[in-house]
């Protein structure tokens, strides 16, 4: 018997490898203020995935009805895993860039408006992503993870408006110079996550292993927000996916997400003291 058979026959089974059901989340940790000049940092581990996050704030000029907005840089190493190497890493990276921009650009994904600053300026969060081991498995899932955990711990400082003494009108600004007046993000008790489905010989597994994924068939990455609303639907895998498997994949993804949601929450809390947490499913 092969390992892939092995694999597989377990997962049919609904007894995968590692003991769980084919509903069955692992444990993950989450660590905050790991990086210096940052506003906002996290570290996500999920098996043998692990993942840093750094948030940088910077002003700029609004896109959008003057408020601010988020953006994403990915940098899969080739350290992490044989596969990045060459341009498999690169790929992959824009592949997470681009599903990690789509997901906020749900109008409940954060409040832009908490972002705007005067007419004209905003503060702009540069997110970088850098993948340090991938032999988990689960990297979309996990770089949400520690995208959310980072976004929660980051600290914009607070700014004080200068007006035109004669118009009163709002002319410019001047960041405070007091260290400990600094502000949250608005919104993001409600940033989505992310949860990969995958389908394997016809049954449906979430949170994925390295050998499961060389298993499947077809993959669905949707992300999620904490009211359980779908922001986008991405298929990550070639092979194709039956419509009555699709309904299917996105009704597994809503739950695992409700469930995860009701443990991040924990992490949220512990996340803003800057401690070490480890969640469970």
């Known amino acids: 018997m092969t390992e892939q058979t092995f694999v597989v ?3 049919k089974a609904n007894f995968r490898q590692d003991g769980r059901e084919c509903d069955g989340y692992r444990e993950f940790s989450a660590e905050t203020d790991v990086v210096s000049n940052t506003n906002g940092s996290a570290r996500v581990r999920l098996g043998g995935t692990d993942v840093l996050v ?17 953006e994403f ?12 190497a060459d341009r498999g890493g690169e790929s992959l990276s824009l592949s997470i860039a681009n599903a990690l921009r789509r997901m ?20 702009i969060l540069k997110v970088d992503v850098l993948v340090l081991q991938c032999s988990g498995g689960n990297l979309h899932d996990t770089v949400a993870l520690a995208v959310r955990t980072a976004l929660i711990n980051t600290k914009l400082p607070v700014v004080e408006l200068v007006k035109d003494p004669v118009s009163g009108e709002v002319v410019d600004f001047e960041v405070s110079s007091d260290p400990n007046a600094i502000r949250d993000v608005g919104g993001l008790e ?26 499947i068939g077809g ?14 639907v991405i298929q990550d895998k070639s092979g194709g996916i039956a419509p009555a498997a699709l309904l ?24 803003r003291a800057g401690s070490l947490i480890g969640v469970s499913h």
């Open 73 to 84: 840089s990915v940098d899969c190493s080739g350290v992490a895993s044989p596969e990045f």
């Open 219 to 232: 993959r669905l990455v949707v992300a999620v927000n904490a009211q359980g609303s779908v922001c986008c």
């Open 54 to 70: 750094g948030v940088k704030a910077v002003t700029g000029e609004p896109t959008n009805d003057g408020e601010g907005e988020i």
């Open 248 to 271: 299917d994949m996105l009704r597994i993804a809503q739950k695992t997400s409700n469930e995860l949601f009701a443990k991040v929450s924990e992490s949220d809390q512990a996340s």
């Open 190 to 215: 409600n940033f989505p996550l992310l949860v990969s489905v995958s389908e394997v010989a016809s049954t449906c597994i979430v949170d994925a292993t390295e050998q499961e994924e060389c298993c």
């Open 9 to 11: 026959d377990g997962i």
């Open 104 to 123: 906020t650009l749900h109008a409940t994904a954060y409040s832009r408006a908490s972002l705007a600053i005067v007419p004209g300026t905003c503060w």
